[in-house]
């Protein structure tokens, strides 16, 4: 059992839909829109990167703009894995070590090196995002408190109606079955405190709203 790390800083537990966004990415946003059109991307990237700015609030320690861009361009990869092959190998049988995961995240990396350079970021950071893309979703460790910022944004948009909405019918369980899934596994999944409180609040306004106990 992993230790989650713990932070002295506020934790903003509110809905996530309360969150103001900042615009200083907006040009990034703005590179990346037919990447957004795969696999719920345009809904999943925005809530995460809101959750990623309440995390990097929470652990102040961390480089901020590296786990901001590093959530936003995490998944766009999935925009040259084949659409048909996501559904039938991304979350099916073997899901998490599906030759799909490994081309989502390899692609994403081609991305970042495409994207980055022409809005002014360096080598260096680019080097940084990229080595948070690789592995994202197909490495077993975390290697850096950027890294561990990302995985826990990465898992926290899931616990949204939104989340739960679209993931559910990824994964072809109703959504009262989903939401034992998050408690029972991605919960335990999370690196860091602040993302723990996040994920309980959420959950249980979300079970509230969906009627889960009723509905299951
Ligand atoms: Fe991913
Ligand atoms: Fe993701």
């Known amino acids: 059992m992993t230790m989650t790390l713990q932070t002295i800083h506020p934790v903003d537990t509110t809905p996530i839909v309360a969150s103001s966004g900042s615009e200083d990415l907006d040009p990034l946003w703005r590179a990346i829109v037919d990447e957004s059109r795969a696999r719920g991307n345009d809904i999943h990237l925005p809530i995460s990167f809101a959750y990623a700015e309440r995390l990097c609030d929470a652990y102040p320690d961390a480089d901020a703009l590296v786990v901001r861009v590093a959530i936003l361009l995490h998944d766009t990869g999935w925009a040259r894995?084949?659409?048909s092959r996501i559904?039938?190998?991304?979350f099916a049988g073997d899901w998490r070590t599906a030759d799909v995961?490994?081309?989502h995240e390899r692609h994403g990396c081609d991305i970042?090196?495409?994207v980055l350079p022409p809005l002014g970021f360096d080598a260096e950071f680019v080097g940084r995002v990229t080595a948070i893309i690789d592995g994202h979703?197909?490495?077993p460790q975390s290697h850096s408190i950027e890294d561990s910022l990302v995985r826990d944004a990465d898992r926290l948009w899931r616990f949204t109606p939104a989340g739960i909405a679209l993931a559910s019918g990824w994964f072809r369980?109703?959504?009262a079955e989903y939401v034992r899934r998050l408690r029972a596994e991605i919960v335990p999944e999370l690196l860091t405190?602040?993302?723990v409180e996040m994920a309980e609040a959420e959950l249980s306004r979300s079970e509230a709203?969906?009627?889960t106990e009723q509905l299951s």
Do not use: H, N, W, Y
């Not at 559904?87 to 991304?90: K, N």
């Open 81 to 83: 894995v084949d659409e």
């Open 101 to 103: 995961r490994f081309e």
């Open 137 to 139: 979703d197909t490495r």
């Open 173 to 175: 369980l109703t959504p």
């Open 112 to 114: 970042a090196r495409e």
């Open 87 to 90: 559904i039938s190998e991304g």
């Open 209 to 211: 709203l969906l009627k």
């Open 193 to 195: 405190q602040a993302a």
